[in-house]
């Protein structure tokens, strides 16, 4: 595709479909082939991931896509606009796919029944598993920013922080209704939160032996199972209260 084509092809898709397209042209994506915008985010993703945001320039993008350079500037005036992009869409997958999970374990606390506490507990925990196993370059993208913990920290603040902020307000509600002892939320899901991107660590190392994979795969979740048992125990008789 010559570039001007291209830079076309990236004003319709900028403008939502909104410009009127040349008569008897294919809409974009006909093919079955993603979108200019979202095929840069993939491969930015994947880049930013591997070298982080010093490692990355927007022509490295663009060669990983196959566009002219100008073309990915079209879509991302500034490399720092297109990483935030990419933590944008993690983060939108990302609470699409826990959102029910917090709602279901919302409402177990508004029972007060802790066995049907521990097992919303259960679930959105292995959510949060599957979706880093299906999705492993989130634990590599957010790992590479907190390697620098006081540089784009407002990345946090926009796509991480609200998720486990909505967590800890239930755990909080479930402490102050008498469900669960629970005097420090933020470090249990901070805790649980290391410990899935740990555990995405080790399967990226253990990718060449299955066996040791579904080691790992089934040994991180009966951990994290354990973990949550031990700190909201059924029984009540002690939690995070008797640490």
Do not use: N
């Not at 200019?36 to 896509?65: K, N, Y």
């Amino acid at each position: 595709m010559r570039k001007s084509e291209e830079q076309a092809d990236g004003g319709d898709e900028a403008a939502g479909g909104a410009r009127a397209r040349r008569p008897g042209r294919p809409p974009r994506g006909a093919d079955g082939a993603p979108p200019t915008r979202e095929r840069i985010l993939t491969e930015a993703t994947a880049l930013f991931a591997r070298g982080g945001p010093q490692g990355v320039s927007m022509r490295d993008v663009a060669a990983r896509v196959g566009i002219d350079v100008s073309s990915v500037h079209h879509h991302f005036a500034t490399k720092t606009a297109l990483y935030d992009a990419c933590f944008a869409r993690v983060y939108e997958r990302e609470q699409r796919a826990l959102a029910p999970l917090v709602d279901r374990l919302a409402a177990a606390v508004a029972t007060g029944d802790r066995g049907e506490v521990a097992a919303a507990m259960h679930l959105l925990a292995d959510g949060f598993v599957d979706f880093l196993q299906e999705h492993p370059h989130t634990t590599f993208l957010w790992l590479r920013r907190w390697l620098e913990p006081t540089r784009d920290s407002a990345l946090d603040a926009a796509y991480a922080l609200p998720i486990y902020e909505r967590v800890e307000r239930v755990l909080l509600g479930a402490a102050a209704g008498g469900t669960l002892l629970e005097p420090t939320p933020h470090v249990t899901v901070r805790s649980l939160v290391w410990a899935a991107h740990g555990h995405i660590t080790a399967l990226a190392a253990a990718e060449r032996d299955p066996v040791a994979a579904a080691r790992e795969r089934y040994e991180f979740r009966a951990y994290a199972h354990r973990f949550l048992d031990r700190m909201y125990p059924a029984s009540g008789a002690e939690g995070a209260g008797g640490r």
